[in-house]
């Protein structure tokens, strides 16, 4: 373990960044995988009181942020150390209301707020531990399989309700699916060599014609045109994740989940027009 030292190592590094990153999305997933469990073990009366508002999120970040961290080979210091920076935003946020000072909303605005930089205090605590790449342990049964699925589990939860209601989407939001990846590219520099960039504004291109053609037509046919546009990414985020080109394996594992979902309800949607 590196304690703050004269001479710490350079923070905000990739590695930190990435390490802050993943950890910000596991704990935002507490409250979309655990939250709903909150009303069947905790009375209503006190799940609307701020403090047993705040300890129910406090948990549910730091369960699914701790399993993220054991994923990534950190230790048990390492893991209690940042669920007490989830948890001290709010105790420090509690005192105030308690005495009558503060407002329940802002118990959990300010919780929020201050949470993130407590997890970089954290981090800073351990800068050697952040700051170099760890390389992610081999772990048996049944978690890592569903752990090494993260980016499809994750997509599959932001698309929840497009499976379950499906909806229909305007024709421009296409048009977010090819400059992702150039974006993402462009920072990563991965638009390299020349016939790489080349491909990317092809792509851009074709979505600027599909886009084009599902403004210009009505009714079921724009619908169709839209999911099949969507549809048609999925298998663009399969190859690139295939090849481990120009994004993330997995934002390319996310993109595909998210895209097949959305294409498919949008079909969906104009089949039930008939």
């Not at 090849?243 to 993109?255: D, L, S």
């Amino acid at each position: 373990m590196t304690s703050l030292t004269a001479n710490p190592p350079a923070l905000f590094t990739r590695p930190f960044l990435r390490h802050l990153g993943e950890m910000i999305l596991a704990m935002l997933l507490g409250p979309l995988l655990i939250g709903p469990l909150w009303p069947y073990l905790v009375p209503a009366d006190l799940l609307a009181r701020a403090d047993m508002a705040a300890a129910t999120m406090a948990t549910g970040m730091v369960v699914t942020m701790s399993v993220w961290m054991w994923h990534r080979g950190h230790g048990a210091g390492a893991i209690a150390e940042m669920a007490a920076a989830m948890y001290v935003p709010y105790l420090v946020l509690l005192v105030p209301w308690w005495l009558g000072l503060m407002a329940a909303e802002a118990v959990t605005v300010g919780g929020h707020l201050l949470m993130v930089p407590a997890m970089v205090l954290a981090m800073w605590h351990r800068a050697a531990e952040y700051t170099t790449h760890r390389p992610q342990p081999t772990r048996p049964g049944p978690w890592a399989a569903v752990l090494n699925r993260w980016p499809t589990a994750f997509a599959l939860l932001v698309t929840a309700d497009n499976l379950v209601d499906p909806r229909p989407l305007p024709a421009w939001t296409m048009l977010v699916l090819p400059l992702g990846y150039l974006l993402i590219g462009a920072v990563r520099r991965t638009l390299r060599p020349r016939r790489v960039l080349i491909t990317q504004l092809v792509g851009l291109a074709a979505y600027l014609l599909l886009v084009l053609a599902a403004t210009v037509t009505s009714g079921d046919t724009s619908l169709y045109l839209i999911g099949a546009g969507w549809l048609a990414h999925a298998g663009w985020d399969a190859w690139h994740h295939r090849r481990n080109a120009v994004v993330p394996r997995g934002y390319a594992e996310w993109c595909f989940v998210v895209d097949a979902v959305i294409g498919l309800s949008v079909i969906a949607f104009a089949s039930l027009l008939q």
